[in-house]
């Protein structure tokens, strides 16, 4: 095998294995953070949408219908989910994207590439899915509060809708900003590894000469 062969070789090597980190570290960020950790918590305790609600309700002395309650909650987190999933997969499309512009003779380009459009994107699908839960909470939640509660009940409606909109939405997106600083910092420091090594194997192998 010649050496521009081997080279080919070793570069579709780390190829395969950032774009494979890359989704991992996407798919991780959608179910472990985004899914598991801020729309479907692990404990019910620590479902902030539900216990408040819940306390609210108390509040006013009405007694809400659990079944309904978690139907009108389920279907309000399957379609948020749904929507969060569509938008973060392009993530893993961007990552793979920035691969295939891979400079052999810039390798550590691709990271300060990929940083520069990250920010981007973050900040584009930001937008997107404020939009998707504005929509979906008003949609799926306030607009069906009468199914769970049989009184219309003013200050109720008044208090779960400021709650809902003031505090709720502002907490998943700033909770949804960490998760993704986290997960980026991570993606671009194993990146980084990943070419240093490929760097310093090209330079240093004997396969090279």
């Known amino acids: 095998m010649v050496k521009a062969d081997i080279l080919k070789q070793h570069k579709e ?15 991780s960020l959608i179910e472990d953070d985004i899914i598991n950790g801020v729309i479907e918590p692990p404990l019910e305790a620590m479902d902030v949408i539900k216990q408040r609600i819940l306390n609210i309700a108390k509040d006013n002395k009405l007694v809400i219908n659990s079944d309904k309650f978690n139907e009108v909650l389920t279907e309000y987190k399957n379609e948020l989910k749904q929507e969060f999933i569509n938008i973060f997969k392009k993530r893993i499309t961007l990552i793979a994207d920035n691969f295939s512009k891979f400079d052999d003779n ?21 937008k997107e899915y404020k939009e998707v839960l504005i929509k979906l909470v008003k949609e799926k939640i306030i607009n069906n509060l009468d199914l769970f509660v049989s009184d219309n009940n003013i200050s109720f409606n008044k208090e779960v809708t400021k709650f809902l909109q003031n505090f709720y939405i502002k907490q998943i ?7 993704i600083l986290v997960k980026d910092t991570i993606l671009l420091n194993s990146l980084k590894e990943q070419i240093e090594r490929f760097v310093f194997t090209k330079e ?5 000469d």
């Open 13 to 27: 090597i780390l190829m395969t294995a950032g774009v494979e980190l890359a989704t991992n570290n996407t798919n």
């Open 106 to 126: 810039k390798p550590l380009d691709l990271v300060k590439n990929l940083k520069k459009e990250l920010v981007k994107f973050n900040k584009e699908s930001k």
């Open 173 to 179: 997106l700033e909770t949804i900003d960490m998760k």
């Open 204 to 208: 240093n192998s004997h396969l090279f």
